[in-house]
């Protein structure tokens, strides 16, 4: 008799992952299209290859070659990184320096906490003041290019009107 595990984690089940694989999940529109584009392009080459007459080994070559460009850019190793974004960090390590200050150096700081204040409070003055004139001028343009947007529209649609109306018949009569 079969048993069947009845408390399954439906968090835990990854429905992103093509086929359970987890470098096809959390992909976007464009790696997607990367990597399935990738794969048809191979398939597409290998029998155009194929049907050519070239050597196996070349279109093989070629096909690992397209697949390998879609793999690279197209999946991810994890959630933020994709395989080509891992590769590059694993081969460009870059050497960080920690610099650490003895806890009695207060003065210093205190002058660096100040300077962050005044950045601080810099930067949401900034954020915090808007021109008023400026989103009026912005609010006056915009409305302008939609009625302008509309006027167009609807002159498109009168003119394309009186194009499809029935027009009347001439007829001509010949006088003798």
């Known amino acids: 008799m079969v048993f069947y ?9 990854d429905t992103d992952s093509f086929l359970g694989i987890k470098l ?7 790696q997607k299209l990367i990597f399935w584009g990738s794969v048809g392009l191979s398939v597409a080459a ?3 290859l194929y049907f050519l007459g070239i050597p196996a080994i070349i279109y093989i070559l070629v096909m690992i070659a397209i697949l390998g460009v879609g793999v690279l850019f197209g999946t991810n190793y994890n959630d933020y990184l994709s395989l080509f974004q891992y590769a590059k960090g694993q081969f ?27 950045m601080d409070e810099k930067l949401l003055k900034d954020a915090s003041g808007f021109d008023k004139k400026a989103s009026r001028r ?3 343009a915009g409305a302008a290019f939609i009625v302008a947007a ?8 009168a003119i394309k009107r009186q194009m ?12 003798e």
């Open 24 to 30: 096809l999940s959390n992909q976007s529109i464009g």
């Open 46 to 48: 290998v029998s155009a």
């Open 5 to 13: 595990e009845r408390n399954i984690d439906i968090e835990a089940i």
């Open 92 to 118: 460009q390590k870059k050497v960080v320096n920690f610099e650490s200050y003895p806890v009695s150096d207060v003065k210093r700081i205190r002058r660096e906490g100040k300077v962050l204040r005044g």
């Open 138 to 140: 912005m609010l006056r």
């Open 150 to 157: 509309l006027i167009a529209l609807f002159a498109m649609i």
């Open 164 to 175: 499809d109306a029935p027009r009347p018949a001439i007829h001509t009569e010949i006088v």
